[in-house]
RNA sequence: GGCCCGGUGGUCAAGCGGCUAAGACACCGCCCUUUCACGGCGGUAACACGGGUUCGAUUCCCGUCCGGGUCACCA
């Protein structure tokens, strides 16, 4: 009879499993080598959660010289978003994910496909599928049903969405599983009546599970655990041909040769039915690894998981805020390995691809995202690097995010460098900039229409003081004067004000004078930068030059 | 509610039967210092709870509690 049925069902379909295994032969890899991949499904930007499975699967594979490719699992028409693949390509290669095979971007950032285990677009794949489902209905493990959606829904008195009480979740479970054992039953001229009049139908799995019985399982990261045997019929083919993530995902990783499944935790739950279909189609199961989700916190305080909502989901917002992807991708490393931070501590010069990557120092609990240490990390990177680079960065980033910043560090670029340059290239670098967004507070003075004077004298200090410090500075102020002998006459003009010129001096007695050199320094880099705080002024002045550090502090004169 | 996963300072975390329970971030203080940044030194702060097992539990077992995930013709 199942002979007669799966004839039935798939006239179409020739091939046998067989024909399949011959198609998609065992890779040629060294001993030990992993075959990973990663598989979005094209419905939007890539999630920051979906930057930890394929860099695990990158360095998993590019460490071991396997294999990392990209299938997109485009099998749900309806949630599917125009040019989401390129997108999700475009940014993971921004973070320094590349594909072996699979989906590859071309020249013009169009997608092509590379490997010989394609097509690698599961729309694209019907006909494979179906062959297996057709021979799990030969060997009678799977059954057409045509209960329609409509139906199956109104099963279900209550909203999936909606809070559940505790009946009426039972009340669910119940019907759907009595409703479920009543499609098994069907008779071979019921099948063609329903397939004479055009009815649509999906094929379900016929599972053989006892969900009071167990399964041991080992998980790469989770370790050992027992889960019940799945005993839900689910759909393997729906009414459009097109397979469920569970079928496809069984019978493309078996036929892909992939040797590590890395996915999110929330797959966990559902193991059970990948484990039955594995042991229903013959295929050795992958070595599986559930990584913990990153959670956030909510107003509440409870943790909850990262959503698409949510700040620092959507990759694309780290480009806005002005992080690099270079810090993205370390503060993702001290996410994924315990022991990244102290290696990278070791090795402060190599790059997290030299790091060996380790599986057993995976976290199982999910974490909560931490900008304060993505901050850290990236200042520690953008530290060290040269004022070029700096600039180039800055400079790129503004001139897509803020356009008018944007131009006036590109109009000349040897200045902007001259202010990154401050501080820069010791063994203690300034830390200044967490993002290239910081650029513009940290050094925006230096350009006169982002100059503006954010901070007032405190009122402890005279006006005349002030005003008479700053005369004298533009008197003796010369561009040719070395920082010493700058900063010596500051000192003259602090003393001569009555402020004290050393400052041991002034902690010992200050109330003897009116203040100390430190606020003398102060009254000009308020006038010069427009802030109580700044890089060292004698820098500053070299670069802002003559003209306009006379000509600001003219204005505060003035001013006062 | 069933099932699954998890629970060491505010965060990320070492630990894997015996430790004054590492380290990093954040926070606080001090030092350096013309401000800031950097750097140095120091500090506050943790094994969810209750039973076992054991000479001895953060570590092993059970229960409770808490948190998360999941229960589709979505992935």
């Not at 990783?253 to 999110?264: A, K, N, P, Q």
């Not at 996410?335 to 090795?347: I, T």
């Not at 930068?529 to 890089?535: F, L, Q, Y």
């Amino acid at each position: 009879m199942s002979e007669i049925l799966a004839e039935l069902l798939f006239p179409h379909i020739k091939t046998l499993p067989a024909d399949m295994e011959a198609r998609y032969p065992a890779r040629d890899l060294p001993e030990g080598a992993k075959v990973t991949r990663f598989a979005p499904s094209p419905t939007g930007f890539v999630h920051f959660g979906g930057l930890f499975p394929s860099t695990v699967g990158e360095r998993l594979a590019h460490q071991s010289g396997g294999v990392f490719y990209l299938r997109i699992e485009d099998t749900d028409a309806k949630r599917e978003v125009e040019g989401a693949a390129e997108g999700l390509i475009r940014t993971l290669a921004t973070y320094g994910i590349h594909f072996d095979e699979g989906a590859i971007l071309d020249g013009e950032g169009k997608i092509s496909y590379q490997g010989a285990y394609g097509p690698y677009r599961q729309s694209e794949r019907a006909e494979i599928y179906q062959t297996y489902a057709k021979q799990l209905v030969r060997e009678g493990k799977a059954y057409p049903c045509f209960t329609t959606e409509e139906e199956l829904d109104e099963l279900s008195q209550v909203n999936k969405k909606e809070e559940l009480k505790n009946t009426d979740w039972q009340a669910e479970a119940e019907a759907r599983r009595a409703e479920m054992l009543a499609r098994r039953n069907f008779t071979i001229e019921e099948v063609e009546e329903h397939l004479k009049a055009g009815h649509p139908f999906v094929i379900r799995i016929l599972a053989d599970g006892d969900e009071d019985k167990k399964v041991k399982f080992t998980d790469l990261i989770k370790g050992n655990m027992e889960i019940p045997e799945n005993d839900e019929d689910f759909v393997l083919l729906k009414s459009d041909g097109i397979p469920t993530y569970h079928f496809a995902h069984a019978v493309d990783d078996h036929l892909m040769h992939t040797t590590h499944v890395i996915r999110g935790e929330e797959w966990l739950p559902s193991l059970a039915k990948h484990l039955q279909l594995f042991r229903y189609l013959g295929f050795r199961t992958p070595k599986y690894m559930h990584i913990a989700q990153i959670m956030r916190l909510d107003e509440a305080g409870n943790k909850k998981k990262l959503s698409k909502r949510d700040m620092g989901a959507n990759m694309d917002d780290y480009t806005r805020m002005g992080y690099c992807p270079e810090a993205v991708c370390e503060y993702v490393m001290t996410l994924l390995n315990s022991n990244y931070e102290e290696w990278h501590m070791q090795n402060p010069d190599k790059p997290y691809t030299d790091f060996p990557f380790n599986i057993k120092k995976m976290s199982t609990s999910g974490c909560l995202f931490d900008f304060d240490k993505l901050n850290d990390v990236s200042k520690n990177i953008i530290s060290r690097m040269d004022a070029k680079s700096v600039t180039e960065k800055v400079t790129a980033w503004a001139l897509a995010f803020e356009p008018d910043f944007g131009k006036a560090l590109a109009a000349d670029p040897a200045f902007a460098e001259s202010i990154f340059a401050i501080g820069r290239g010791g063994a203690k670098p300034r830390k200044d900039l967490a993002t290239w967004a910081d650029a513009k507070g940290y050094m925006g003075f230096f350009y006169d229409e982002y100059f503006t004077v954010e901070d007032a004298y405190p009122e402890k200090f005279a006006r005349d003081d002030i005003r008479s410090i700053l005369e004298k500075f533009t008197e003796t102020f010369d561009m040719a004067d070395d920082s010493n002998t700058w900063f010596a006459k500051i000192k003259d003009i602090a003393a001569d004000a009555g402020f004290a010129a050393d400052m041991k001096l002034y902690k010992q007695n200050p109330e003897q004078y009116k203040g100390s050199v430190a606020d003398v320094s102060m009254f000009l880099r308020v006038a010069v930068t427009g802030k109580m705080n700044s890089p060292d002024m004698y820098s500053v002045m070299q670069i802002l030059g003559r003209d306009r550090v006379l000509a600001r502090v003219g204005a505060m004169i003035n001013s006062l």
